[in-house]
């Protein structure tokens, strides 16, 4: 029984780590997300060294996706450096986590293989296929925390990217209305003024545009993602548990093993969709200051001011909201996510139900 439970893990490991890897390095549908990658690798706080890096050695990237960065690299902290280093150090310390394990697991079973009486070349093929499961696994949790992270950094990337456009959106009405309110009559440096608040407000909103254009193409790549990983979520977090339920209790680190991946297909799924959700939502928030900017304009400013902002809340304030989807299915808010982790709660205890 013991065997046929750590084959059926190992092939599941497998096929996991065949689709998690081939749907992360498959980004020619997003240049977007080339571009996001392109930066993490190379930038160094030099936007010069950056731009020249990007023409001469790379060559097909995203415009607007380095105008997007380059504002929010300016803006606030975003340190592409420290991540890849705090990743790097994650990853090398669930390396040796994943190697204490696995010589655990090993000291653990060696005695059981001596004191079985087989030839020898049984006894190298059982310690090597024995090998696999640890192997496989460490595999697998190595590619899924890449994903993981990139994805958690990209998605709060944008939500810091979001409040600071807004942030600045709110100083520059709060200004427009300070001058307009002070006196019914404006002079001239008042009018230069309010022409300036003008052109930083068609500024930042170009920005948003560059923003949902971003979210839009990298969802291209991302919805794909997402809905394998709760199919395999779900197919994986089954067959962990049928394991479970077929295990004796004298086989401790085994049953280790199954509930270490079973923590990590639950942490992954709910922590990435969280992360998308709370994205979506704020990426949507702006028609509220759309809605605040059309009033506020509306005393001092000319016709084609007014014009341009009716254009930008007629294209940002869609009746669909904007953001990553679920496959093709529908964008991952806060209500669909809500939704999510109840279906997929239910699903288990109903088939934890049938299966015993």
């Known amino acids: 029984m013991t065997e046929k439970i750590i084959s059926l893990f190992i092939a599941n490991i497998c096929l996991v780590s065949e689709i998690v890897i081939y749907n992360t390095f498959y980004t020619q549908n997003s240049l977007a997300f080339r571009t996001l990658i392109i930066y993490m690798q190379e930038f160094n706080d030099d936007f010069d060294k950056m731009y020249r890096i990007m023409i001469e050695k790379y060559g097909n990237y995203s415009r607007s996706s380095c105008l997007l960065f380059n504002y929010s690299l300016r803006k606030f902290s975003t340190n592409f450096k420290q991540f890849r280093l705090f990743m790097n150090r994650w990853i090398s310390i669930g390396q040796i986590f994943h190697a204490l394990l696995n010589l655990c697991f090993f000291i653990f079973i060696f005695d059981k293989l001596i004191n079985i009486n087989r030839p020898l070349w049984q ?192 294209r940002i304030v869609n009746i669909k909201p904007w953001g990553i989807k679920i496959g093709t299915i529908t964008v991952l808010t806060k209500g669909i996510f809500c939704k999510l982790m109840l279906f997929y709660a239910r699903f288990t205890m109903l088939s934890s139900k049938l299966s015993g």
């Not at 977090?237 to 085994?254: E, G, M, P, R």
């Open 123 to 314: 006894l190298i093929i059982s310690i090597l296929m024995i090998q696999l499961l640890p192997i496989s696994m460490n595999f697998t949790a190595i590619f899924a925390y890449s994903p993981f992270f990139i994805g958690s950094y990209t998605m709060m990337l944008g939500m810091k990217t979001v409040r600071q456009i807004r942030m600045d959106i709110r100083k520059i009405l709060t200004l427009y209305e300070w001058i307009t309110n002070k006196r019914k009559k404006l002079n001239i440096n008042d009018r230069m003024n309010i022409r300036l608040i003008e052109y930083n407000i068609n500024r930042l909103l170009k920005l948003y545009t560059r923003l949902i254009i971003f979210s839009e193409e990298i969802q291209l790549y991302m919805s794909r993602l997402i809905l394998w990983i709760l199919i395999i979520g779900t197919v994986g977090t089954q067959l962990v548990l049928y394991l479970l339920k077929q295990i004796q209790n004298d086989q401790i680190f085994l049953i280790f093993f199954l509930y270490y991946t079973l923590v990590c297909y639950f942490n992954f799924i709910i922590a990435l969709t969280y992360f998308i959700s709370k994205f979506n939502s704020k990426l949507n928030a702006i028609r509220f200051d759309l809605q605040r900017m059309i009033i506020v304009i509306d005393k001092q400013s000319c016709r084609r001011f007014k014009f341009l902002i009716m254009n930008y809340y007629e």
